[in-house]
């Protein structure tokens, strides 16, 4: 069974820096995708990796505060947050599918993917 862990979760100063973790199980090989989930509010994808060519696709209006990457050597993804908004508290989930699948739609249709982490909670603070 695949599953996925999220990691790099906390409290962030507003303006300030964090760097989530996303670390599928050995021998995964399908894209991995960013979703945040605000309170109160529906889930939104952030960022979306596809495993084989490393071609990333970002919500448009969240292009430019997000960088998604990854480490190749041990397969761990990442997103960066940078000069963090309070709109950015929330809970961040990376989440793929057992089949490789289009980050454009994934991206905008979480239901789509059925392997999910447990979340790692972001807290913006003034």
């Known amino acids: 069974q695949v599953q996925l862990v999220e990691s790099g979760g906390g409290a962030v100063n507003l303006g300030g820096s964090l760097k989530l973790s996303c670390a599928p199980p050995?021998?995964?090989?399908?894209?991995i995708a960013w979703f945040r989930h605000a309170p109160g509010k529906a889930r939104q994808g952030v960022a979306c990796?596809?495993?084989?060519?490393?071609?990333?696709v970002y919500t448009e209006s969240l292009k430019g505060r997000f960088t998604m990457s990854r480490n190749d050597a041990d397969n761990t993804y990442y997103l960066q947050m940078a000069n963090v908004k309070d709109e950015y508290s929330g809970v961040y989930y990376c989440?793929?599918?057992?089949?490789?699948?289009?980050?454009?739609?994934?991206?905008?249709?979480?239901?789509?993917?059925?392997?999910w982490g447990q979340g790692t909670q972001v807290t913006v603070s003034s």
């Open positions: 989440a793929t599918d057992r089949v490789p699948f289009p980050c454009q739609i994934a991206i905008n249709s979480p239901q789509s993917l059925d392997v």
């Open positions: 050995e021998g995964h090989h399908t894209g």
């Open positions: 990796m596809d495993y084989a060519d490393g071609e990333i």
